[in-house]
């Protein structure tokens, strides 16, 4: 009992540490942003995307250590398990419910990045630039699906409420950067994306085993 205990609040613990572990990448890029008014290199961007993904694959490993440990333990559940039952009910069991809503955050990034790098390349830069697009790849994987369509709703927002004071001070000759609007946007959606989404409707979208 005392075992199951601990892995129950383990599992809870884990299951904050993308949350904070997100929101404090994008806090300390959002402070460089301020004090040198640029991004770092790209390279460096992706490092916390490493990272992160290391940070997923141990949770992923923990949390399967902790599901077959628990079926173990259950007179019930046990049968479940070999020699009972073939591994691959369990490792069924493991992707549905932990592995494919990684996978789905993951395949959401991805595709985020690839509309970026095409962005960048028709722009010649103009748009943004590695950066950038990296920055975006970043942040979309941190929010994941489906807080990633909140993300777009306020980065395209904020966006556009630029260009409108652009318009207004009559600004011709400037760059309409993403970079702020990447971030304010992964910080609120970290911050406030379950519940805009459940408010509009759209959290019958997260994918959940």
């Known amino acids: 009992m005392l075992f199951s205990f601990v892995i129950t609040k383990t599992i809870t613990i884990l299951s904050l540490v993308p949350l904070v572990t997100g929101g404090l990448v994008i806090l ?95 722009s010649q830069g103009l748009w943004l630039d590695n950066s950038e697009a990296a920055l975006g790849f970043l942040t979309a994987w941190l929010v994941g699906w489906p807080n990633i369509l909140m993300y777009w709703a306020i980065m395209f927002s904020l966006m556009v409420l630029r260009l409108a004071v652009a318009n207004i001070k009559k600004q011709v000759d400037f760059r309409l950067a993403v970079t702020w609007p990447m971030i304010i946007a992964t910080l609120v959606s970290l911050a406030l994306g379950g519940w805009l989404l459940q408010s509009v409707g759209l959290d019958v979208l997260k994918v959940v085993g």
Not at 37 to 58: D, R, S
């Open 28 to 122: 300390a890029l959002a402070f460089y942003l301020y004090l040198k008014h640029e991004l770092p290199k790209t390279k460096i961007i992706y490092w916390p995307a490493g990272g992160y993904g290391a940070l997923l694959l141990m949770q992923l490993i923990i949390y399967t250590y902790a599901q077959y440990i628990a079926w173990l333990e259950n007179p019930v559940s046990r049968y479940l398990l070999p020699p009972y039952q073939s591994l691959d009910y369990f490792a069924g069991y493991i992707w549905f419910h932990y592995g494919l809503p990684l996978a789905v955050n993951l395949a959401a990034a991805v595709v985020w990045w690839g509309i970026l790098i095409i962005l960048k390349r028709r």
